[in-house]
């Protein structure tokens, strides 16, 4: 059985879909189990969890083979945040994992992990893949690019319906994207290949782009 934490997020939908498709079994974690009724209904095992919560890890982990590790609180607010989801969360997630007998775990960061990124939350990531690495778990750490189909929301969306959308900063920056199936696909390797064990897998697109240059895509294809 896989765990998967961040099954209602952008990837892990897309990696259920996947998984299922293989007939291997589910279980999806989350903090609002009605809201992931549809997959219980494609027989995905629903368990109620939170990463701030280490008592409902413990039992999330129970029983389960591989754990893919998805979820994130960038954007969260108040107390779910990147300090206690991604940093407090994910450390408390791989000691559950360890203590279940978990026997391979996988952890989604971000490209440009470093312990002196400029920003924090890559600073995050990356001192959770050190306590991983440490753990002594079988592991696989899968750092994409931003994704796509985000920020074709993000900046896209707005065009389309408003005809502008904001840009933070120059918007000059080169940034890799990539999509969320390119990254489920190695999600999906990692799962089945020993090979993808120990190690640390870089997933990036075809091409660099700037928030402008996005802005100037949307806007030729709207018109």
Known sequence: ?????????????????????????????????????????????????????????????????????????????????????????NRHLIDAAKAAGVRHFIFVSVQGASPDSPLEFFRIKYRTEEYLRASGLNYTILRPGAYMELWAQLIGQPIREQGKATIFGRGNNPINFVSVEDVARFVSIA??????????IEVGGPENLTMNQVAEIFERASG
């Open 1 to 89: 059985m896989i765990l998967i934490v961040g099954a209602s997020g952008r990837l892990g939908s897309v990696v259920v879909q996947h998984v299922l498709a293989r007939g291997v079994s589910v279980r999806a974690m989350t903090r609002n189990p009605p809201g992931l009724a549809h997959l219980q209904q494609q027989g995905v095992e629903i368990v109620s969890g939170d990463l701030r919560d280490p008592v409902s890890l413990a039992s999330a982990c129970q029983g389960v083979e591989q754990v893919l590790a998805a979820a994130h609180a960038l954007d969260g607010r108040g107390d779910n945040n990147p300090q206690t989801v991604d940093d407090i969360g």
């Open 191 to 200: 799962l089945d290949e020993a090979r993808a064990h120990n190690t640390v």
